[in-house]
């Protein structure tokens, strides 16, 4: 990739924590100032940034529109939708769908619970290879070699106490859900939440993306969550066969 394309990335991941100014974003890159706003126009000439009266740099609605046409071309997402609409209606919690892309497990749409404390999650945000449901699910549904050579490569960051450490515990945990076809993260990735996850099948049997269940434990206990797996089970198989699975 080309030493300017890196940098507009870099500039445009940082403006999604918020607005910046010139000078910070000449001092991520490194660079002078008059090279940042280069970049910086060129961007806001395709409407990726724009700027305000104050000068501070913002995202864009070119990204916006963008990033529609991502989740459109998204067909699993559009399959499952009013299924996980349902999901949600009927269990009043936070419903996810993720997908592996890249090495990487990404939120490809939420639908979020009736109570005011939820877990933190958005469309586009990286879930946790090592601790979070969804992507355990998609983990383990990759051949073992394959597998194998994801794990090794995770930093392996303690979210809480009872976040998995290290490579073998996360591959033995990987067969086991493999094996029972679903996975839970039992307050590993926040200390106040529950999920379980089950994934969703097209025609080829392949797991092209996983549903979970989030729950926080003032609302319901660990094992309250795990009474959810019928009906998401449930969801996750009416998905699959409208996918195509067998």
């Known amino acids: 990739m080309s030493q300017t394309v890196t940098r507009a990335l870099r500039l445009l991941t940082e403006l999604g924590d918020g607005e910046r100014s010139l000078d910070q974003l000449a001092d ?5 100032k008059t090279t940042a706003l280069r970049l910086m126009q060129s961007l806001e000439d395709e ?6 009266a104050d000068y501070r740099y913002h995202l864009g609605a070119g990204l916006f529109a963008l990033a529609s046409l991502a989740m459109e071309q998204r067909g699993i997402r559009g399959i499952a939708a009013p299924h ?21 497990v990404v939120y490809i749409d939420k639908y979020d619970s009736r109570h005011k404390v939820r877990m933190y999650s958005r469309i586009g945000l990286k879930a946790g290879l090592h601790n979070t449901a969804v992507a355990k699910v998609l983990l383990a549904d990759l051949p073992p070699a394959e597998r194998r050579r994801v794990v ?14 290290g ?19 039992h307050a590993e990735h926040e200390t106040f939440i529950n ?7 097209d025609a080829s049997g392949r797991a092209v993306a996983a549903v979970s269940i989030s729950v926080p434990d003032v609302v ?3 094992e ?3 009474e959810l797996l019928p009906q998401l089970l449930e969801t996750t198989r009416a998905i699959s066969a409208d996918a195509g699975a067998p």
Request: proline share 5%.
């Open 28 to 32: 991520l890159l490194g660079v002078h």
């Open 47 to 52: 409407r990726f940034v724009y700027r305000d």
């Open 84 to 104: 996980l609409a349902a999901l949600n209606a009927a269990t009043g919690q936070t419903v996810h769908l993720a997908a592996y892309e890249g090495g990487e």
């Open 152 to 165: 090794s490569g995770i930093e392996f960051t303690p979210r809480t106490p009872n976040t998995i450490t």
């Open 167 to 185: 490579p073998q515990q996360l591959l033995a945990e990987l067969e086991t859900v493999a094996g029972q076809g679903w996975a839970v993260d």
């Open 195 to 201: 999920c379980v996850a089950a994934p969703v099948r």
């Open 220 to 222: 319901a206990s660990y």
């Open 224 to 226: 309250r969550v795990l």
